[in-house]
């Protein structure tokens, strides 16, 4: 399928304009990030809180999420466990402040968490809560041994224990005859039978993410986006010239940039799946490099005498088609994605729109034109090209 017949486009005697371009819209990204509003890191790169819950009934993973919505919490990442649809984890971005003692930092997390519980266990028991009982089902252990203590002294421990260690076994606790084979004593399940009522969620765990959890992660992707561009000049590098591998990683190292310059423009939030989607970029930008480099390596070799630019407009025409059609084919999906996919995925797929784009851009405005300048720098005359 061709698109295009016999286009005779000059791609690169606007070379010089799209490099002023791109420069300009990095040198502002780079500006924008280190001096005004800098890249908004989301819940994977910061300190946050992160809980393990089981529900009585299955649910999903959109249920759960428009729940935390109301309560300002819907950026929170929701991901299911196992294959019964009951259990979940749970990591939500919350920072007490660089100037915050360990104690303040540790009730902000436990109010983070608190906040959660409250958002999915909605009205569940307000009854029960109204009448001073507490959900067995969701109280930490260290308020369950104080409740038990008071009325057992020296037994409420191994007590709560007990119940604990049990939630996080088994799971949620559907009925109070569940208890019958901790070894619990009559009196003490019958207080718990009187203060305390069996909510519709049990916390399997919760933990506090610090924030060098985040940092760790923050400087594995840079690793991991380092280390995928040195991969693509060696490949490159040894399928085609050396001059090819530096045009390559001109080129994606540019995809990477522009990328995060327009999320740090658009304020939106940077995690592990955006990473993942930079990669994507790279991946997609570096086949269409490669198929434009493979078409002018081929015409270099019956265009014998013709000047380099012009061997590379011709390839770049000829690819034309293939370009628009299989960027185009991305583009329509991700723009589904991302005019219909949701919020959680809203941020992936307009990295994606922007990638395809400025993809293309890339391996016909800076890829070919990088070449072209090694070759005149670097490169003696031969005939009529360099």
Not at 9 to 27: D, G, P, V
Not at 333 to 362: K, P, R
Request: with cysteine; proline share 2%.
């Amino acid at each position: 399928m061709e698109l295009f017949k016999t286009p005779n486009i000059k791609f690169l005697k606007y070379k010089y304009i799209a490099l002023a371009i791109t420069l300009a819209i990095i040198l502002a990204g780079v500006l924008n990030i280190t001096a005004f509003k800098g890249l908004k890191l989301g819940v994977d790169f910061g300190e946050g809180t992160l809980l393990r819950i089981m529900l009585k009934s299955p649910s999903t993973e959109g249920e759960i999420r428009d729940l935390l919505e109301m309560v300002g919490l819907g950026k929170s990442q929701v991901q299911k466990s196992g294959t019964t649809g009951r259990e979940f984890q749970i990591r939500a971005l919350q920072s007490a402040g660089d100037q915050a003692s360990e104690e303040e930092q540790l009730e902000a997390h436990e109010a983070l968490a608190d906040r959660i519980i409250d958002a999915i266990r909605g009205d569940d028991g307000a009854a029960e809560r109204a009448r001073g009982l507490v959900d067995l089902n969701t109280i930490d252990e260290r308020s369950l041994t104080s409740l038990l203590e008071n009325a057992f002294p020296g037994s409420g421990p191994e007590a709560a224990a007990a119940i604990i260690a049990y939630r996080n076994l088994s799971g949620i606790v559907t009925g109070f005859e569940d208890l019958d084979g901790l070894g619990l004593k009559p009196e003490t399940r019958s207080f718990l039978q009187e203060k305390t009522y069996l909510g519709k969620m049990t916390v399997l765990s919760r933990e506090t993410v610090g924030p060098q959890v985040g940092a760790d992660l923050r400087r594995k992707a840079v690793q991991a986006t380092v280390w995928s561009l040195l991969g693509m000049l060696v490949y490159i590098a040894l399928r085609f010239k050396l001059e090819y591998g530096v045009a390559a990683i001109f080129t994606l190292a540019q995809d990477v940039l522009i990328t995060m310059s327009v999320f740090s423009f658009t304020n939106r939030e940077i995690n592990l799946p955006i990473i993942a989607g930079v990669l994507t970029i790279v991946g997609f930008s570096t086949n269409d490099t490669i198929v434009i480099f493979d078409r002018v390596r081929e015409n270099l070799k019956t265009m014998r005498g013709k000047a380099l630019e012009d061997v590379m407009n011709i390839s770049l025409n000829q690819t034309l088609s293939r370009t628009i059609i299989t960027s185009g084919t991305v583009f329509l999906t991700v723009g589904a994605l991302f005019l219909f996919g949701g919020e959680v995925i809203n941020d992936f797929a307009f990295l994606m729109l922007v990638g395809t784009l400025e993809g293309v851009y890339s391996t016909i405005y800076l890829s070919c034109p990088v070449v072209l300048f090694w070759q005149r720098w670097f490169k003696p005359k031969k005939g009529g090209r360099r």
